[in-house]
T-cell receptor, first 116, second 109 residues
Framework: GAVVSQHPSWVICKSGTSVKIECRSL??????MFWYRQFPKQSLMLMAT?????????EQGVEKDKFLINHASLTLSTLTVTSAHPEDSSFYIC????????????FGPGTRLTVT | GQNIDQPTEMTATEGAIVQINCTYQ??????LFWYQQHAGEAPTFLSY??LDGLEEKGRFSSFLSRSKGYSYLLLKELQMKDSASYLC??????????WGAGTKLIIKP
C-alpha cells in the first residue's frame, strides 16, 4: 500500500526559531499533499493544500507567510514554521490522496512540535 | 456552513458491540470515510461509503444513508486495542475532506 513518511517525528525548538517538517510519499507520486494541524483532543484542521510545481492553497485564517509550504517534487512536500511561538505547539500531519478512485487519504505518522 | 457531528466520547465493554453515529451537512457529497486514530498517532483508514447501505469488513461495519445525512460505524467483539478516537469525514463537492471532531472510544475490561 501507499506509504507516507514524515520527518522529524518530534521536535522541540525555542521561540522565534524556524522548524522544517518533511513529508514524503515513499512508493507513489503525489502531485497533491495536505497539511493538517491537530491540537489535543481536537480534530484535524486542514491548514493548506500543497501542489507540486505551484503555490500552496491555504485555508482561511492560516498565515501563509508563517507556514511556508514547498512542494518541490512529486514525492516531497515541506512545511516550515517560521518564527515559531508556543501557541504553534501542535501535532502536524501530512497526507496524500491514494491511487484508488475513492480518494482515500494516506497519512504520515505526524510530527509533534513543541515550542518553548 | 458545513458541519459534521459525532459524540465526543463513548464507553463500552470488552467483547461487546458499539455503534458510533455521525451526521453531516455538507455542500455536496462524494463519500464518507471512517478513520481510527490512536493517541499521538496519525489516522488510519477504516472504511469508505458512497452508496446507501452497509459495508462489512471483519469486526467493523459502516452504514450510510445519504437521504438522512447519517452514517454509523459498528464495532463488534470489542478488544482493548480498539480504544482510540474514531473520525468521521465527508468528501464534499470540491473533493475536500470535512472532518468531524472525533469520538473517543474507551473500552473497559
Amino acid at each position: 500500500g501507499a506509504v507516507v513518511s514524515q520527518h522529524p517525528s518530534w521536535v522541540i525548538c525555542k521561540s522565534g526559531t524556524s522548524v522544517k517538517i518533511e513529508c514524503r510519499s515513499l512508493d507513489f507520486q503525489a502531485t497533491t499533499m495536505f497539511w493538517y494541524r491537530q491540537f489535543p483532543k481536537q480534530s484535524l484542521m486542514l491548514m493548506a493544500t500543497s501542489n507540486e510545481g505551484s503555490k500552496a492553497t491555504y485555508e482561511q485564517g492560516v498565515e501563509k507567510d508563517k507556514f511556508l509550504i514547498n512542494h518541490a517534487s512529486l514525492t516531497l512536500s515541506t512545511l516550515t514554521v517560521t518564527s515559531a511561538h508556543p501557541e504553534d505547539s501542535s501535532f502536524y500531519i501530512c497526507s496524500a490522496p491514494g491511487l484508488a478512485d475513492i480518494y482515500e487519504q494516506y497519512f504520515g505518522p505526524g510530527t509533534r512540535l513543541t515550542v518553548t | 456552513g458545513q458541519n459534521i457531528d459525532q459524540p465526543t466520547e463513548m464507553t463500552a465493554t470488552e467483547g461487546a458491540i458499539v455503534q458510533i453515529n455521525c451526521t453531516y451537512q455538507t455542500s455536496g457529497f462524494n463519500g464518507l470515510f471512517w478513520y481510527q486514530q490512536h493517541a499521538g498517532e496519525a489516522p488510519t483508514f477504516l472504511s469508505y461509503n458512497v452508496l446507501d447501505g452497509l459495508e462489512e469488513k471483519g469486526r467493523f461495519s459502516s452504514f450510510l444513508s445519504r437521504s438522512k445525512g447519517y452514517s454509523y460505524l459498528l464495532l463488534k467483539e470489542l478488544q482493548m486495542k480498539d480504544s482510540a478516537s474514531y473520525l468521521c469525514a465527508v468528501l464534499d463537492s470540491n473533493y475536500q475532506l470535512i472532518w468531524g471532531a472525533g469520538t473517543k472510544l474507551i473500552i473497559k475490561p
